[in-house]
C-alpha cells in the first residue's frame, strides 16, 4: 500500500473543516492511522527511517515540500503564516474570515457572567503592552479613538488615531554621567513608536491594513502593524513588498504567550518626529496628549515612569 501523501493531506484537513493542524500533527495521524503505508515507505526510503521519530519527521519535511502544489490544486486549503505553520480546509471567502475575526467574542453560552464584558480586538492591547514592555523595554500608552473631540462618523478616526503609542527611552542602561551629558547637550533622549492592531491579516484585508497603520503612524519614529495571525505566504509576500516602499514594520503578536511574539518585519525609522502632526492629535484626543504630557516630563525628570503607562502589572 503505497502512501499517497497529497491526497492524505487533502482529505484529511477535508474532513476536519476549519480545524487548524500544524504538519507535525497531520504527520503523527498518518503514521497512527496509515501504519501498512508507513511502514512500506520506511522499507523503500533510502534514507535511515528505522527510528520511528525519524519517519514522522520525513512526512513532515514532505508535507512542507508539497505544500504549494496541494494549495495549487486544491485552493480551500490554506495556511497561516505564524510559526508553526498550521494547515486548514476552509470554503469560507477571505473577506468573510476577517470579518468573522474582527467580530466581539462573547464568552460560550452558560458560563458568560451577566456582567462579563464583550471581548474583541481590545483583548490583544494588554498583550501587546506585556510584549512591548517587557520585551522591548517600552512604555505603552492605549488610545481610544472614541475620546477624540473631532468625531468623523463610524470609521472616521481610523486613519488618523493608532490603537498603541509607546515611547523608549534610548538611555535606559547608560551610565548617569552620560545620560546628564546628553540632557545637557540636548541630543535625543527618546523615540516614540506607533502601533496598528488587527487580529488577522490575509489577502483580503492586507493592504487596508498596512495603509491604515501608515497613516495613523507618520507622526512617529517608528510605526508597526501588529497581528495576531497572518494567513498564508502570498500575504506574507505582500507585507514585506509593502514594508520596502513605506517603512512601516510587522509584529506577529503570540496571544498565548507574549513573550514569543517576534519583529516579522523591522520598521525604518524616521529621525524626527512630525511635530505639527502631534498637535493636532493631541488637541483633539485627551489620551495623546498625555501621551505627550508624559514624553515631556520624561524629559523633565529622566524618570520614564512619571506616567500612568499601561504597564503589565497595571493591566488586567
Known amino acids: ?35 501498512e503505508a508507513c511502514e512500506e515507505k520506511r522499507r523503500n526510503s533510502q534514507q535511515d527511517l528505522s527510528d520511528d521519530a525519524a519517519l514522522v519527521q520525513q512526512l513532515v519535511a514532505e508535507i512542507g515540500v508539497n505544500r504549494p502544489g496541494i494549495q495549487k490544486r486544491f485552493p480551500q486549503v490554506r495556511t497561516t503564516e505564524t510559526r508553526p505553520r498550521r494547515y486548514y480546509w476552509s470554503t469560507t471567502s477571505e473577506e468573510t474570515e476577517v470579518a468573522q475575526a474582527e467580530e466581539v467574542i462573547r464568552p460560550a453560552k452558560g458560563r458568560a457572567k451577566p ?65 546628564a551629558c546628553v540632557e545637557q547637550t540636548g541630543a535625543q533622549r527618546a523615540r516614540l513608536w506607533s502601533f496598528e492592531v488587527k487580529l488577522l491579516l490575509n ?41 520596502a516602499s513605506h517603512g512601516i514594520g510587522l509584529i506577529v503578536l503570540d496571544a498565548e504567550n507574549p513573550a514569543e511574539s517576534e519583529i516579522r518585519i523591522p520598521a525604518r525609522e524616521r529621525p524626527d518626529i512630525d511635530w505639527d502632526a502631534c498637535n493636532r492629535l493631541a488637541q483633539e ?24 503607562w499601561d504597564l503589565p502589572e497595571a493591566v488586567e
Not at 5 to 28: C, M, Y
Not at 206 to 223: I, K, L
Open 285 to 308: 484626543n485627551t489620551d495623546f496628549r498625555n501621551f505627550i504630557s508624559w514624553v515631556r516630563q520624561f524629559h523633565q525628570t529622566d524618570n520614564p515612569r512619571v506616567g500612568d
Open 203 to 243: 489577502r483580503s484585508n492586507v493592504r487596508e491594513a498596512w495603509f491604515q497603520a501608515v497613516s495613523n503612524s507618520s507622526w512617529a519614529n517608528f510605526g508597526y502593524l501588529v497581528a495576531a495571525e497572518v494567513e498564508g505566504s502570498e500575504t506574507m509576500k505582500e507585507l514585506r513588498l509593502l514594508a
Open 115 to 179: 456582567d462579563e464584558p464583550i471581548v474583541g480586538e481590545h483583548r490583544l492591547y494588554p498583550l501587546l503592552c506585556r510584549y512591548l514592555h517587557s520585551e522591548l523595554g517600552l512604555y505603552p500608552k492605549r488610545i481610544d479613538e472614541k475620546r477624540a473631540s473631532n468625531r468623523r462618523g463610524p470609521n472616521g478616526n481610523k486613519w488618523l488615531y493608532p490603537d498603541l503609542v509607546a515611547m523608549e527611552d534610548l538611555g535606559a542602561e547608560w551610565d548617569k554621567e552620560i545620560r
Open 1 to 35: 500500500m503505497k502512501l499517497n501523501l497529497r491526497q492524505t493531506v487533502v482529505d484529511f484537513l477535508k474532513t476536519h473543516q476549519e480545524e487548524r493542524f500544524t504538519a507535525r500533527q497531520i504527520a503523527s495521524w498518518m503514521f497512527d492511522n496509515l501504519r
